[in-house]
Structures are given as structure tokens and as C-alpha cells.
T-cell receptor, first 108, second 116 residues
Framework: LAKTTQPISMDSYEGQEVNITCSHNNIATNDYITWYQQFPSQGPRFIIQ???TKVTNEVASLFIPADRKSSTLSLPRVSLSDTAVYYCLVGGDYKLSFGAGTTVTVRA | GAVVSQHPSRVICKSGTSVKIECRSL??????MFWYRQFPKKSLMLMAT?????????EQGVEKDKFLINHASLTLSTLTVTSAHPEDSSFYIC????????????FGPGTRLTVT
């Protein structure tokens, strides 16, 4: 499983866009990039997944450059309820390996 | 859709006793279920992978005789912590996939175990 590196924490304010970059230099050809969100004392929740270029859904966008050695999760117009830990995972099968994650704190 | 439940949500037990945690997929059949544990302010650690009707595959360092996993049906997996000790106190989370080829896992709400 490819190792991932992401910032430990990020602060933002309501209404701003939050971008979290994850480095995965050793990503394999078959690996997908997946992001999960976790609130305290709850199980993680799937946010978005991609393989290359850009993926967008109703809650986030995922940007993946051509070399796929990094990816950026973009959360548009965050609110207080987006305060959570965000995990970047890279893998080629269904077995997930969680790193430390990024604690995003949104302030009013 | 794709809801996973866990029971109980919280449990307190005495040292030396066993505790069973249930994980259910409510609206889909889960061919594969996973069990994680998470210590305070730490990340999730995969304990084992469970496939319906077969023995669970444990991660390195996880004692299979202490953490018994049963996946008797496509909607139910159980984790039994045997002879629990205070160091087993943790947040236990299960997840499920709809197919072995699926990268998306649906997580349960977690079970807070406290061993006194």
C-alpha cells in the first residue's frame, strides 16, 4: 500500500474553500485515491474517489495531476459542520490503510 | 442506502469478561466486512478482514484468539473481545463493502468499549 503524507491540521473560516493536498509518491498503476471524512466518535464517511484528472461530486472535488504523485481534495464554501478529520487513502484493492489524516477546523 | 449499524454503541465491562459487538449491513449484502480499532486522537487501525462463510484474515500483531470474528451471514459480522483487559478499551468500528472489487467502504457508527 502506498504511503501518504498530508498536513496534520488546517484552519479555515466559514464560506472559504479548503484545499487539502496529499502526497503519495509511490502510488502504483492500479491504485485509486480515496478520501474519507470522520467526525469525533463516528465511523468514517466516504467523500470522493478518483484515478486521474478531476472528479467532482455534490460535496467535493478531487484534483489529480498527470503524475498522480499527489492529490488535492477541495471543499467549497465550508461550514462549521465540516470540522472533521479528513483521510487520504491510496490503494489498489478493497483493503484500506488509514494514515494520520488532516484535522480541519472551521471557525465562524 | 448502504447503511451499516453497530450494537452496542457503548459498553462497559469488567476485566476478564468477554464482549460481543455486532455489525450489520441494513440494506445491502456485504460480502466483505472489516474491523478497525481507533485509540483517542489516533487513526484507524485495520484489525481483520471478514468474508461471509470463511475464516477472518487478521492483520499482523492482532491476536485471533483474543478478537474472535464471525461472519455468519451476508448482513452480520460479530467481533468478540475475549478476556478483556483495560488496554483493550478503544473505539471499534466495522465497515462493509458491496463487492470484493469495490473500493468504497461503508462504516458503522462505532462501539466504544471501556474495560474496568
Amino acid at each position: 500500500l502506498a504511503k501518504t503524507t498530508q498536513p496534520i491540521s488546517m484552519d479555515s473560516y466559514e464560506g472559504q474553500e479548503v484545499n487539502i493536498t496529499c502526497s503519495h509518491n509511490n502510488i502504483a498503476t492500479n491504485d485509486y485515491i480515496t478520501w474519507y471524512q470522520q467526525f469525533p466518535s463516528q465511523g468514517p464517511r466516504f467523500i470522493i474517489q478518483g484515478y486521474k484528472t478531476k472528479v467532482t461530486n455534490e460535496v467535493a472535488s478531487l484534483f489529480i495531476p498527470a503524475d498522480r504523485k499527489s492529490s488535492t481534495l477541495s471543499l467549497p464554501r465550508v461550514s462549521l459542520s465540516d470540522t472533521a478529520v479528513y483521510y487520504c487513502l491510496v490503494g489498489g484493492d478493497y483493503k484500506l490503510s488509514f494514515g494520520a489524516g488532516t484535522t480541519v477546523t472551521v471557525r465562524a | 442506502g448502504a447503511v451499516v449499524s453497530q450494537h452496542p454503541s457503548r459498553v462497559i465491562c469488567k476485566s476478564g469478561t468477554s464482549v460481543k459487538i455486532e455489525c450489520r449491513s441494513l440494506d445491502f449484502q456485504a460480502t466483505t466486512m472489516f474491523w478497525y480499532r481507533q485509540f483517542p486522537k489516533k487513526s484507524l487501525m485495520l484489525m481483520a478482514t471478514s468474508n461471509e462463510g470463511s475464516k477472518a484474515t487478521y492483520e499482523q500483531g492482532v491476536e485471533k484468539d483474543k478478537f474472535l470474528i464471525n461472519h455468519a451471514s451476508l448482513t452480520l459480522s460479530t467481533l468478540t473481545v475475549t478476556s478483556a483487559h483495560p488496554e483493550d478499551s478503544s473505539f471499534y468500528i466495522c465497515s462493509a463493502t458491496t463487492s470484493p472489487q469495490s473500493y468504497e467502504q461503508y462504516f458503522g457508527p462505532g462501539t466504544r468499549l471501556t474495560v474496568t
